[in-house]
Each structure stands twice: as structure tokens, then as C-alpha cells.
Nanobody, 122 residues
């Protein structure tokens, strides 16, 4: 069974850091684009960052540039989140889909993790 397993969420104070992990189960990330997305209840899902595993190309939304860093290999993707702000608090999801551009919107991704909660206190 193809699955994504996430870990690393938690609670931090503003200015703190967290690292999220997204591990592949039942497949590898060869030829995949991995995206991190987030959602607050009652609001639309929004993009955070994406990486093309094969060529290392990355994309960041403006509101996380310079603070968040995406990386990955053929089994695991990471999202290093630094200088967290209260507005970064959300449920974070990783998603995987082969051959997508790193600017792809969330609805183009077919495989999703279960999500992990990130809470940032002022």
C-alpha cells in the first residue's frame, strides 16, 4: 500500500523551529514532486513549499521564503521551519505526485499524508 507518514509537528513559541518529516511507505520518491501544504479549519488549503526529488528544484510561497526549507531524498522529505510565527499555525500535510512542476497546486497531488499539527504561541 502506498502511504505517506508524517511526523515532527508540535507546539513552539514564536521564533522557534520545527522540522517535519514525510516518509514514503510502499514506494520511493523517484520521479516524484513532494509538496508541503497547510490548512486552518474553515480556511482554504494553501501551499508552503515543493521539491522535485530528482533534480532538487524547489519552490516556496512568499510567506515562508527565507524561513522554511524543503529537502528530500528517495525515501523521506523534510520541511525545516525556522522563525515560526503565530500565523504559521495549521495542520501541515505532505503530498506526492510524479512528474509535477514544483509550482503545482495542491489538487494535482494524488497521495497525501495524514497531516501533523503545528501550533505557534505568541
Amino acid at each position: 500500500e502506498v502511504q505517506l507518514v508524517e511526523s515532527g509537528g508540535g507546539s513552539v513559541q514564536a521564533g522557534g523551529s520545527l522540522r517535519l518529516s514525510c516518509s514514503a511507505s510502499g514506494f520511493t520518491f523517484d520521479d516524484y514532486t513532494i509538496g508541503w501544504f497547510r490548512q486552518v479549519p474553515g480556511k482554504a488549503r494553501e501551499g508552503v513549499a515543493c521539491i522535485s526529488i530528482n533534480d532538487g528544484d524547489t519552490y516556496y510561497e512568499d510567506y515562508v521564503k527565507g524561513r522554511f526549507y524543503i529537502s528530500g531524498d528517495k525515501t523521506t522529505a523534510y520541511l525545516q521551519m525556522n522563525n515560526l510565527k503565530p500565523e504559521d499555525a495549521a495542520f501541515y500535510y505532505c503530498a506526492a505526485e510524479p512528474y509535477l512542476p514544483v509550482t503545482a497546486s495542491w489538487f494535482r497531488f494524488g497521495t497525501w499524508g495524514q497531516g501533523t499539527q503545528v501550533t505557534v504561541s505568541p
